[in-house]
C-alpha cells in the first residue's frame, strides 16, 4: 500500500541556471542604493528563483512607487537630507516586499541543497549604479 505520509514534499529538482542570492542581503544595497538598487536585485534574484510573473510585477511596482514617493518628497521640500532619507526610507520598504515574496522560495532552494550565491559585487554594482541613476533622475525631474 502506497501511502502519501512517506513520500517526500521536497523532491530533488535539477538545479536552475545561477544560485540565489539571500533576499535578507539585499537589504544593504537596498539602504544605501535607494528602492531601485532594490527592486532591480528583487528581479534578477525572482528569476533565479524562478518566481512568477505575478510576483515580479509586484516588485518591480514597488520599486516604482517606491521611486515615484522620493520625487514626490523631492518635488516638496528643499533639503538634500529629506530627499536621502526618504531614499532610504523607500529602499527598505521595497526590500520588504522582496524579502516577503522571496523568503519561501529561498527556503525551498536552500533544502533542496543549493548554496547561496554571494551579493557582494552585484550589492555594491547596483548601490552605485541604480543610485546616481536615481540622483541624476531627480535632478532632472525636480530640480
Known amino acids: ?7 517526500p514534499t521536497i523532491r530533488d529538482q535539477p538545479a536552475p541556471g545561477k544560485p540565489p542570492w539571500r533576499p535578507e542581503s539585499i ?9 531601485l538598487a532594490a527592486a532591480t536585485l528583487g528581479l534578477l534574484n525572482g528569476h533565479r528563483l524562478a518566481l512568477p510573473t505575478g510576483q515580479l510585477l509586484a516588485i518591480a511596482g514597488a ?15 528643499d533639503g ?3 530627499v536621502r532619507l526618504a531614499g532610504t526610507v523607500c529602499g527598505l520598504l521595497v526590500w520588504l516586499v522582496v524579502l516577503a515574496l522571496q523568503r519561501r522560495p529561498f527556503r525551498v ?4 541543497g543549493r548554496e547561496p550565491a554571494r551579493l557582494i559585487g552585484p550589492g555594491f554594482a547596483a548601490a552605485i549604479v541604480c543610485g546616481l541613476l536615481e540622483a541624476l533622475l531627480l535632478a532632472v525631474l525636480v530640480r
Do not use: E, H, K
Not at 1 to 7: G, V
Open 109 to 112: 532552494a536552500t533544502l533542496r
Open 80 to 82: 538634500n537630507s529629506t
Open 63 to 77: 520599486g516604482l512607487a517606491g521611486f515615484a514617493a522620493r520625487v514626490t518628497v523631492g518635488a516638496f521640500t
Open 27 to 35: 537589504v544593504y544595497p537596498a539602504f544605501f542604493g535607494g528602492p
Open 1 to 7: 500500500m502506497q501511502d502519501d505520509l512517506f513520500r
